[in-house]
C-alpha cells in the first residue's frame, strides 16, 4: 500500500535527530556544526537565505564546516550569492549544484570557478523566476533563514528585512522540509509576528545581528555632471511626457541623480504630484529630499536600507509599516508590484549591443540578475491602463485598433558611453554570448532583451526604439547615442538626421537642455550628511559614508 506522507515522516525523523542539540526548538550555538551534520542530507536541495542585503551568515559559515565526507554534493537554490562562505561549500565539495539570481559581491570568484568546472550551474534565474520553482520543481527539503528575534515557539520577526523569507519558508515548509532560523535572540514576546512558529522547526541563538549589506546607499558627492546631465534626460524627456506615476528605479548613481533632481529641476518644470508618486523601490536615501518635499505619496519596497529604520517609522504614511512601527518589505511581492503594477523601469548595464540585448555579464564577472529582467520586462498579462502605457503602445503600434492595442511598459537602459576603465557601453557582440559559448551553455545570460527595452539614454540624448519600423532603424538609433564608441562612430549620419527629425533620436539640444548647465547645484543634497540633514536627523547613515 502507497504511503502519501513520506516527507512529513522524513521531516520529523530528521526533527527528532536534531532534537538531541536543542532545548525545545532553540539549537546550542555551540553545538551548530554537530546539530546541522544530524539533519542536512547529501544529495539534498538547501537555500541559505541569501538576499540582496539581509544574510543567514552564521549559518552559512556553519554549512562550510561540515565534513564533505559526511554531507556533500548538494544542490544550493538561493537567491543571492553574496558572502565568501556561499561559495565555499563548492570549493570543499559539500555542495556541487547551483540555482541562483544574483552574485554581485561574489561575481568574478564564480566566474572562475564555473570556469574551473567547481560549479555544477542549473541556470542564473530572475527573482520571481527562482520563487517561483521553490514551488514547483526546486522546492528546498532545507531551508536556513534569518530573523531579528524569535520566541521559544519558533514565531518569528524579521523587522524591516523581511525580504524573500516569508516565501522561502512557506515553500519548504509547506512541502515537508525543514526550516531553521538564526536570530539575534531569543525573547519571550516578539514585536510582531512575521513567520509563525508552526513553519519554524529549530532556532540557533547566535546573539548578535545577521549581516546587513548596505546595497542601495549613494554619495551625492560621486554624482557627476555627466550623470545629472542624463537625470534631465529621463526627467523631461521621458517623465513629462508619459507623465510616469508608477515606477522603479534600479540601483546606481544615474537613477540616484534622478531622484535628487525631482525637488529642484523637476519642480522648475513644475511636474510635482503629476511623476513619480507611487515607487516599487528599496529605501533608497537619495529619496528623501523628493519624500520631504511632498513628491512621495507611497513607496512598497523590497528590503530595507541600513540607517533608515528610524526615518521610514517616521513616514509611515509613505512606506508600508508593520504595527510595531518599522517596515514590512517582500522581496516577492515588490517584484510584482514592479512587473505588474508599474508603467517604467530605469536601470543600468554593463553591456549593450545593436539590437538591444543588454547583459551585466562579462568574460571575468557574473553578477546574475536580481529583479532586472523582471522589473525590465513587457508583462503581457496586464489588462488595465495608463496613460504611460497607453501613449507607449501606441507609438509602438499606431495602426492596430486602439481597443486592441496592447500598451506598453516603459523599460529604459541609461548609462555612459564609456564606463569603468573606458570600457565602452555599446558593443557588436555581447560578453555574454562568448561565456554561453564557453561554458556550453543552452542560453546565453541576458539581462533584458532587447524586444522589451523601449528606451536608451546617454549623455548623447534619448534614443526612443518603440518609434523604430526596422531593424535598420532600430541599429542606426542606437548608433546615435553612442557617442564616440566604435559602434557610434560608425552611424550613417543621413539616417541620424532622420531619425532626429522624427523624434526617435532626441539629443539635449532637442530637449532644450543646455549639457553645461548640468552641474551640481541641481542636486536636492549634494552628501550624505545633507541627506541626514533633510531627514531632520533621522536617517543614521551606515559608518562608512560618514565623514564629519
Known amino acids: ?13 530528521r526533527i527528532a535527530a536534531g532534537a538531541r542539540f536543542a532545548d525545545g526548538k532553540v539549537v546550542s550555538l555551540g553545538r551548530l556544526r554537530e546539530f546541522l551534520g544530524c539533519v542536512v542530507h547529501s544529495g539534498e536541495r538547501v537555500c541559505v537565505e541569501g538576499d540582496n542585503q539581509k544574510q543567514a551568515d552564521v549559518l552559512a ?14 544542490h544550493m537554490i538561493q537567491s543571492g550569492v553574496i558572502l565568501p562562505e556561499h561559495l565555499d561549500v563548492f570549493d570543499k565539495g559539500i ?11 561574489q561575481s568574478a570568484r564564480i566566474a572562475r570557478m564555473l570556469q574551473n568546472g567547481k560549479i555544477e550551474l542549473g541556470a542564473i534565474h530572475t527573482y520571481l523566476e527562482l520563487y517561483a520553482r521553490y514551488f514547483i520543481d526546486l522546492t528546498p527539503q532545507v531551508a536556513m533563514i534569518a530573523a531579528v528575534s524569535a520566541d521559544r515557539y519558533g514565531n518569528l520577526y524579521t523587522g524591516p528585512n523581511t525580504e524573500g523569507t516569508p516565501t522561502i519558508v512557506e515553500a519548504t515548509s509547506c512541502s515537508g522540509g525543514l526550516v531553521i532560523a538564526q536570530v539575534g535572540e531569543v525573547v519571550d514576546r516578539v514585536p510582531r509576528v512575521d513567520i509563525p512558529g508552526d513553519q519554524v522547526h529549530f532556532v540557533v541563538d547566535v546573539r548578535k545581528p545577521f549581516y546587513v549589506e548596505p546595497l542601495f546607499t549613494r554619495d551625492p558627492a560621486a554624482i557627476t555632471e555627466t550623470q545629472i546631465l542624463m537625470a534631465m534626460l529621463v526627467i523631461k524627456g521621458l517623465y513629462m511626457p508619459y507623465g510616469i506615476r508608477r515606477l522603479n528605479h534600479g540601483i546606481g548613481f544615474n537613477t540616484a541623480a534622478i531622484e ?17 508618486t507611487h515607487w516599487a523601490l528599496n529605501p533608497h536615501p537619495t529619496l528623501i529630499p523628493a519624500i520631504e518635499a511632498g513628491w512621495v505619496e507611497q513607496i512598497h519596497c523590497f528590503g530595507s536600507e541600513v540607517g533608515m529604520n528610524d526615518y521610514i517609522a517616521a513616514r509611515s504614511d509613505v512606506y508600508f509599516t508593520g504595527a510595531d512601527g518599522s517596515l514590512r518589505s517582500n522581496r516577492a511581492l515588490c517584484q510584482v508590484a514592479g512587473l505588474y503594477a508599474c508603467d517604467l523601469f530605469i536601470g543600468s548595464t554593463l553591456q549593450i549591443d545593436l539590437a538591444g540585448h543588454s547583459s551585466t555579464v562579462t568574460t ?3 553578477a546574475g540578475f536580481g529583479g532586472a529582467p523582471n522589473m525590465g520586462s513587457d508583462p503581457r498579462g496586464r489588462r488595465h491602463a495608463s496613460q504611460a502605457w497607453l501613449m507607449a503602445g501606441a507609438e509602438a503600434d499606431p495602426d492596430s485598433p486602439p481597443a486592441l492595442r496592447r500598451g506598453r511598459k516603459l523599460v529604459v537602459q541609461i548609462g ?9 557601453l555599446f558593443v557588436e557582440r555581447l560578453d555574454a554570448i562568448a561565456l554561453a559559448e564557453k561554458l556550453s551553455l543552452d542560453i546565453a545570460p541576458i539581462m533584458i532583451y532587447g524586444d522589451d527595452v523601449t528606451h536608451i539614454v546617454t549623455e548623447q540624448g534619448i534614443a526612443n526604439l518603440l518609434l523604430c519600423r526596422s531593424n535598420e532603424e532600430r541599429e542606426q538609433a542606437i548608433r ?25 533620436i532626441r539629443t539635449p539640444e532637442d530637449l532644450g537642455i543646455d549639457p553645461l548647465a548640468a552641474d551640481r547645484r541641481w542636486l536636492a543634497a549634494r552628501s550624505i550628511k545633507e541627506l541626514t540633514l533633510a531627514s531632520g536627523g533621522l536617517y543614521r547613515a551606515p559608518s562608512k559614508f560618514r565623514n564629519w
Request: aromatic share 8%; proline share 4%.
Open 1 to 13: 500500500m502507497k504511503v502519501w506522507y513520506t516527507k512529513r515522516l522524513n521531516r520529523e525523523a
Open 61 to 74: 559559515r556553519a554549512l562550510a564546516n561540515l565534513d564533505p565526507l559526511q554531507v556533500h554534493d548538494l
Open 95 to 105: 555542495a556541487r549544484r547551483l540555482d541562483y539570481s544574483y552574485s554581485g559581491p
Open 260 to 276: 535628487l533632481l525631482l525637488p529642484t529641476f523637476g519642480k522648475k518644470l513644475g511636474l510635482k504630484g503629476k511623476v513619480c
Open 364 to 366: 571575468t564577472r557574473i
Open 416 to 424: 555612459e558611453t564609456f564606463g569603468d576603465k573606458n570600457a565602452p
Open 480 to 504: 546615435g547615442v553612442a557617442g564616440y564608441t566604435e559602434i557610434g562612430r560608425r552611424r550613417n549620419a543621413t539616417m541620424f538626421h532622420m531619425l532626429r527629425q522624427r523624434g526617435v
